[in-house]
């Protein structure tokens, strides 16, 4: 229910509410005939009598659970009155007696007839309440359970440890073996035994790039090192050589030949032989039968060095920088001025170019701008368009 919803007049006593208040109004409403005749019978002091019942007792009354009477704060206004006697007269009854009118116990709470009545019932009751006391006190206190400490080390139940489960043929212990795959099966070890062969050197696996970039691999990468321990691993099972750097007599590594002969020819087509290539260049433009460049700087230490071995000059950062926008500027002035591009909704067969032929559509004015700071508020500008 919204503050939005309809206000809808009671059938009763013509109130407007939503429709909520409505459902939990109308069935107490004093207008209502059948709750009225209830108030009327509740708040009589005896069948038939004219005389009502005091606040006390209608408190009591709407206490109780199951009486499903509304409470004295709600039957006063609905009826319209802040007073009891006024609420009893709207049912057209009389006030009770003063007699008959009860006061608050303020030590048990009960309810009991004013005047002398009340006096007597203050005393007895804070009396019985004094002898309760000092016999709580006077009795001895129970004695309290031991508490259970706080750390208690309880041991866990000994977890069921399933039996290994390995593969028959490659010993390797796996949870599932549905999801296994091993690299002794024979179809696995015949895609292997074709394609870990250097096409360049037979005798000799590729590289772990070259693997990765193979398409459809019968068997991952990673499962291929927990088999054979590494890649050398693998490659002494298939009766294959891992290509190694070689070193001098003095045991400083040596670069292999098709990595000398990339290394000269980018430093031939890129900077005429002066410098040898960059990093970077290496990096983009090196064939795949040469050495990588993390290979490289993992047996030499920095790329100068390698470059070094080579027989190659290593150049400064400037000089590589300008050499690329030099090669950029030669590329973009072969290729010629680039001219606009047709969109793809363009015919060819328009009556009317769109190639700037015909009425402009826009004033080539710039608009110029006017800021006046005295009579701009903060962080806004002023503009003219003439």
């Known amino acids: 229910m919204g ?13 407007e509410m939503r429709a909520g208040s409505l459902k939990r109004h109308s069935p107490i409403c004093i207008k ?4 009225f005749a209830r108030y009327r019978e509740v708040l009589a002091s005896a069948a038939g009598s004219t005389v009502g019942i005091t606040c006390g007792h209608y408190v009591e009354l709407s206490s109780a659970p199951e009486s499903g009477l509304p409470t004295v704060i709600t039957l006063r206004r609905l009826a319209g009155s802040a007073r009891w006697d006024g609420v009893l007269a709207v049912f057209g009854l009389e006030p009770p007696p003063v007699e008959a009118r009860r006061s608050q116990c ?11 009545a009340l006096l007597d019932h203050l005393q007895d009751c ?24 706080m750390n208690i080390f309880v041991p866990r139940k000994p977890r069921t440890v399933p039996p290994p489960t390995r593969c028959p043929q490659c010993n390797m212990q796996r949870i599932d073996m549905r999801r296994h795959v ?23 696996i590729i590289t772990t790039k070259a693997y990765r970039n193979l398409p459809d691999k019968a068997i991952a990468q990673n499962v291929i090192d927990k088999a054979y321990g590494n890649w050398a691993g693998l490659a002494a099972r298939y009766g294959l050589e891992v290509r190694r750097s070689r070193k001098d007599a003095s045991g400083a590594p040596q670069l292999d030949p098709p990595t000398i002969a990339e290394l000269h020819r980018l430093a031939i087509e890129l900077h005429d032989g002066e410098y040898g290539p960059s990093h970077g260049e290496y990096t983009l433009y090196a064939s795949r039968t040469a050495l990588g460049t993390a290979a490289l700087k993992k047996m030499f230490g920095t790329w ?6 080579a027989g190659l000059r290593h150049g400064s950062h400037s000089y590589y920088v300008l050499s690329a926008n030099a090669r950029r500027k030669a590329h973009e002035a072969a290729r010629g001025p680039s001219g606009p591009v047709a969109s793809f909704y363009e015919r060819g067969d328009e009556p009317v170019s769109r190639n700037g032929v015909g009425l402009p559509v826009a004033s080539v004015q710039k608009p110029a701008v006017i800021s006046r700071p005295d009579e701009v508020y903060k962080g806004y500008v002023r503009t003219m368009i003439r």
């Open 182 to 204: 091993c690299p002794e099966d024979p179809a696995v070890v015949a895609w292997l035994a074709e394609h870990l062969p250097d096409p360049d050197d037979p005798t000799c």
């Open 3 to 15: 503050k939005t919803d309809p206000l809808i007049p009671c059938p009763h006593c013509g109130s």
């Open 106 to 116: 303020m030590h048990c709470g009960k309810f009991v007839s004013g005047g002398d």
């Open 304 to 309: 100068s060095a390698a470059l070094e071995t």
């Open 126 to 149: 804070l009396r019985q309440k004094m002898e309760a006391q000092a016999q709580a006190q006077a009795a001895p206190k129970p004695e309290r359970k031991p508490r259970k400490p």
């Open 32 to 35: 209502n005939p059948t709750a």
